[in-house]
């Protein structure tokens, strides 16, 4: 409840870092909620999830995804046909609409962590940057658990916290 609060300020802080210009106000509104990922041993392919919401008032383009705990990170795309779960990256970059969001959840859009450098373990954060449309790069933590965070709690948390 207070894990993505912490990930939506840090996404404010690294999106207001450069000098105020009308490029900013673009991304102002994103935040990124529920953002986590699984355990996983070094050298394999983690996976991440998250749900990225544009409160602001234009489309807002996820273009990829960096992070210094694994070799390449990729956006993929689950998808079930006969009966067979595939995946296919996502070159084109994820547009989440204004005063929309796009969860990023298993057999879904997901991140794919190519080739982890180190082990993941429960409770450990996992630091990626998020590059958007106009160069914008933002900072989150995908937290390592075993199930995904409670959506409700997690919305409710950051839409309310003055109660
Ligand atoms: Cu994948």
Do not use: C, Y
Request: net charge positive.
């Amino acid at each position: 409840m207070i894990r993505p609060l912490a990930i939506a300020f840090a996404l404010t802080a690294a999106l207001s870092a450069p000098a105020a210009q009308a490029a900013d106000a673009k991304l102002a509104g994103v935040t990124v909620r529920q953002a986590w990922s699984r355990p996983a041993q070094a050298g394999m392919n983690g996976v991440g999830f998250m749900t990225l919401v544009n409160g602001g008032k234009t489309p807002v383009t996820l273009k990829g995804v960096e992070s210094p705990a694994a070799g390449v990170v990729e956006i993929h795309q689950s998808s079930m046909a006969g009966g067979v779960m595939s995946m296919r990256r996502v070159d084109d970059g994820v547009v989440v609409p204004p005063g929309g969001e796009v969860a990023f959840a298993p057999g879904g859009l997901h991140l794919m962590l190519l080739n982890l450098k180190a082990a993941q373990t429960v409770g450990q954060k996992v630091p990626m940057t998020l590059i958007f449309d106009n160069g914008r790069r933002a900072a989150v933590a995908l937290e390592v658990r075993l199930a995904p965070p409670q959506a409700a709690q997690a919305s409710s948390a950051a839409g309310h916290r003055h109660h």
